[in-house]
């Protein structure tokens, strides 16, 4: 019998029972893939090449999380790499520097206003980050709860929460408005315009940034603190595979148990409560309780059966907009592309550390908008990255490792078949490539792959390959995540919890529903001591 039996060996279930683990727990992560990780992964895709085929960055990982569980201790290592580069159909460029001057000086090329309003517009940002980095960290309410507990917990929420009032206006905004027209209000040249909201559609969204409620993903690439001692986020050693295992070795420390290769067939429920898992060999597996790494469809629509849902969470549930449009390509590359923008005297390095193609506002909305009808974009955004240039153990001596991920292609079959789809993505990224590098062709690609939306759904069990598990938007957020009433990690079913990207506060490799589905979970069992005191220090 074991405490508490994870569906899944995602990241974000490897931190839930590194965590329940530590606690004294006795826990085991079930795993359908024979690797550990979920789309947090290294794969061997050709021999010699480690890549990251699902996550490619950690961006977002929390420090707090890194410091807990001691991930560097584990082999986990940050690689610095060069700076983002955007190039334009004109030959102009824009470099992200981690310099604010020098950023602003790449604008002042497209507009000397834009360039005097963007340390205004960062220092607006970083206004409301203290919010954002806070409530991450909360177990949402239910503001329909009027209970007396419930009422004290909201009452409680408004009280640690009043010294944000001053930017309640403002965190409105940009929480209902489009990207685009929130951008407006600082910018005005298209190039600037176009760079900093190239992340709406670029961090893993179905959604253009004329859309509303966008205006939200401008602040996720700020989520992160990278001044603690765990370090800035970065490129992984080894690609984001080293991630997963590091968790998983300290979660190995505390007798957490990983079985891989082991597909959950059914969450086993009795008198509507919790028993355990069957897996498809037909092995049964009691515990406690049953904490889902998976979406919330197939949790509560596949693994458990003749469940005791009433009508309107099972609708809700089948309610959450999942349907994705991301592709994502890899490369094994004999030489590099050169980018007519780029200039390594010019710049000062050598090469881009990341290289994103979205060239302007309409091109990023005909990106999105022209996929709907069945087809991939002809003119796709692409974010580039090469980690080989930072990581010899990701490809062989002398060859490079391109990894892509881009938008957008329908997660649907009807108009052309998979494999016709994928040789599309194929070429229209070549092609798109080749307009900025007129040298990259077909010949300097030694091996390739593509994951439609429909592929990634398949290999990591994204639901329609939505890389969130379900839009970031105002209706599938904080207390409406994964849906009303049941976004407190728990569910409908006594014992059984939600850990994954489907739970607040989303997706990315964040680690945070991992942490505060164990924070739930120790509650629930009553296990008081130290490591709930560290799941609660921040936030809940």
Not at 198 to 218: D, E, I
Not at 358 to 384: D, K
Not at 395 to 400: F, I, L, T, V, Y
């Amino acid at each position: 019998m074991y405490d508490a039996i994870i569906v899944g060996a995602g990241h974000n279930g490897l931190v839930c029972g590194a965590y329940l683990a530590k606690a004294g727990l006795k826990v085991v992560n079930v795993e359908r893939r024979s690797l550990q990780g979920g789309a947090c992964v290294s794969e061997e895709s050709w021999p010699g090449y480690r890549v990251s085929t699902g996550a490619y960055l950690m961006s977002l990982m929390q420090p707090k999380i890194i410091l807990d569980l001691e991930l560097q201790k584990h082999g986990l290592e940050v690689l610095a790499h060069s700076p983002t580069f955007v190039p334009f159909d004109d030959g102009r460029s824009i470099v992200f520097w981690g310099d604010l001057a020098k950023t602003c000086a790449e604008f002042a090329k497209f507009s000397e206003r834009d360039a005097a309003a963007y340390p205004k517009f960062r220092q607006n940002l970083e206004r409301l980050m203290p919010f954002v980095r806070d409530i991450i960290w909360e177990t949402p309410l239910d503001p329909s709860d009027l209970s007396l507990k419930g009422m004290m917990r909201t009452g409680g929420f408004a009280w640690r929460y009043k010294k944000h009032a001053d930017a309640i206006h403002e965190l409105y905004d940009i929480l209902t408005m489009s990207a685009f027209d929130y951008l407006s209000r600082w910018f005005e040249s298209d190039e600037v315009i176009t760079a900093l909201g190239y992340y709406v559609t670029g961090g893993g969204t179905n959604r253009s940034m004329k859309m509303p409620a966008t205006a939200f993903a401008l602040l996720r690439p700020l989520l992160r603190d990278n001044g603690t001692p765990a370090g800035a986020g970065g490129l992984i050693r080894g690609g984001m595979g080293s991630v997963s295992d590091a968790i998983a070795q300290s979660g190995a420390k505390h007798g957490l148990e990983v079985r891989t290769g082991s597909p959950v067939e059914e969450i086993l429920v009795s008198s509507g409560k919790v028993t355990g898992v069957r897996l498809e060999s037909g092995e049964v597996i009691q515990g406690r309780c049953v904490i889902s790494n998976a979406d919330a469809k197939t949790t509560f629509l596949k693994l458990v059966c003749n469940s005791p849902y009433e009508d309107s969470f099972e609708r809700d549930v089948k309610g959450i907009r999942t349907k994705s449009s991301i592709f994502k390509i890899h490369l094994a590359l004999s030489k590099l592309p050169k980018f007519t923008a780029f200039s390594p005297e010019d710049r000062g390095f050598a090469y881009p550390g990341s290289i994103r193609i979205g060239t302007t506002v309409a091109y990023m909305e005909e990106a999105f908008h022209s996929h709907l009808g069945g087809h991939p974009s002809e003119n796709p955004f692409l974010t580039i990255m090469i980690p080989s240039l930072y990581d010899e153990t990701v490809a062989p001596p002398g060859m490079h490792l391109m990894q892509i991920m881009g938008g957008h292609a329908p997660c649907t079959t009807q108009r052309m078949s998979l494999p016709e789809m994928r040789q599309r993505l194929l070429e229209t990224a070549i092609r798109t490539i080749a307009r900025h590098a007129p040298d990259f062709n077909a010949d300097m690609i030694v091996h390739s792959e593509v994951l439609t939306p429909l592929d990634l759904q398949e290999r990591f069990g994204l639901p329609d390959g939505h890389v969130h598990h379900g839009d970031l938007t105002l209706d599938q957020t904080f207390f409406q995540r994964p849906v009303g009433g049941y976004a407190d990690y728990r569910s409908p079913i006594d014992g059984l919890y939600l850990c994954g990207s489907a739970a607040h506060p989303g997706g990315g490799v964040t680690g945070v529903p991992g942490h505060n589905a164990a924070r739930e979970v120790l509650r629930d069992l009553k296990k008081r001591g130290p490591v709930l005191d560290m799941l609660t220090k921040v936030g809940g």
